[in-house]
C-alpha cells in the first residue's frame, strides 16, 4: 500500500519495532492495541501518559534525533508531512521504511485510520473507531447547523491563526464555527487586521502556545464586540482516537458562547 505521499510500499512482514514521531498518531497506535511493538516516541507525546513515562524519546516532532531512532532499529516509522521536517524524513528512509500521513480534514484523518488499521493488522478496531467517529460528527452536525464567524489562535509574537487547508480549519467547520481567515495555511494577523475581520469569536488554543486569561483580557480589550474563548487544542487538532472526545467538548463551548 502507498502512503499519502505515494512514497510507501507494503511491508513484507508485520511491523515489531514502530517508531511514531506524532503526539495524535502514538495516542491512535494505543487505541488500535499496540505496545510491546512501540519502540520509540517524541517527547510530545503525551498521551497515554505510561507511554510518555517509559517508552524511549527521541527528541521532537521537528528535531528528530536519527542516530537514536537508528540505534532503536525499527522496521517502520510513522510521521507526519506537516508535523515532521522533510529533511528527517529523507535521512531516516535511508534505513528504515517511513509511512508519512498528511491530514487536511476530518474525512483525511478516517482515511488514515483506515491505512493504518491495514498496514497494522488492526483492522477491526480502526474500522469500529472510523464508523463511530462518523457516527458522532453527524450527530452533533444534526445539531448544531449554525456557523459562527470565528478565528482560532495557535501562536502569540507574532499572532498566527489557523486558516484554511488545515486540519483545524475543518474541524471548526464541522464544530459550527465559520473560519473568517480567508487565507490557507497559518497566515500572521496584526491587530488592525484583526479588528477589520471583526470575528464575533476568538478561540485561543491551550497549543502550540499556551494562551491564558490575560490573553483572553488583552484581545477583548482590542475586539469588545467578540468574545474571547480559551479552547483544548488537542481537539481542534488532534487526529485520530482523541477525536471521539471532540464533538462532546464542541457542543459544551457551544453553551459558553453568548
Not at 57 to 73: D, F, N, Y
Not at 121 to 132: I, W, Y
Request: charged fraction near 25%; charge should be negative.
Amino acid at each position: 500500500m502507498k502512503d499519502p505521499l505515494n512514497r510507501f510500499s507494503k511491508l513484507e512482514n508485520s511491523p515489531k519495532r514502530i517508531v511514531s514521531l506524532v503526539p495524535s498518531q502514538t495516542e491512535l497506535l494505543y487505541y488500535l492495541g499496540l505496545d510491546e511493538e512501540i519502540v520509540g516516541i517524541t517527547k510530545f507525546c503525551i498521551h497515554p501518559n505510561h507511554w510518555f513515562r517509559s517508552k524511549q524519546k527521541v527528541g521532537g516532532t521537528k528535531t528528530v534525533r536519527i542516530e537514536l531512532v537508528k540505534e532503536l532499529a525499527p522496521d517502520l516509522i510513522i510521521a507526519n508531512k506537516e508535523e515532521n521536517t522533510k529533511e528527517d524524513i529523507e535521512r531516516l528512509q535511508a534505513f528504515c521504511p517511513v509511512w508519512v500521513s498528511d491530514i487536511s480534514s476530518f474525512d483525511d484523518a478516517l482515511a488514515m485510520i483506515d491505512d493504518l488499521g491495514l498496514l497494522l493488522n488492526k483492522t477491526a478496531a480502526s474500522t469500529r473507531l472510523v464508523n463511530q467517529l462518523r457516527s458522532t460528527r453527524q450527530q452533533f452536525v444534526s445539531a448544531h447547523i449554525h456557523k459562527i464567524p470565528s478565528l482560532y489562535f495557535i501562536w502569540k509574537n507574532p499572532y498566527m491563526v489557523a486558516g484554511g487547508d488545515t486540519f483545524i480549519n475543518d474541524m471548526m467547520k464541522w464544530a459550527g464555527f465559520l473560519n473568517v481567515m480567508d487565507q490557507n495555511r497559518y497566515p500572521i494577523l496584526d491587530l488592525v487586521a484583526l479588528q477589520k475581520m471583526n470575528p464575533k469569536l476568538i478561540l485561543l488554543s491551550s497549543e502550540p502556545f499556551p494562551f491564558k486569561q490575560e490573553d483572553v483580557d488583552e484581545l477583548s480589550e482590542v475586539l469588545p464586540g467578540a468574545q474571547v474563548l480559551l479552547v483544548d487544542g488537542e481537539l481542534f487538532s488532534w487526529y485520530g482516537s482523541r477525536m471521539l472526545q471532540s464533538f462532546e467538548y464542541f457542543s459544551a463551548l457551544h453553551e459558553q458562547i453568548q
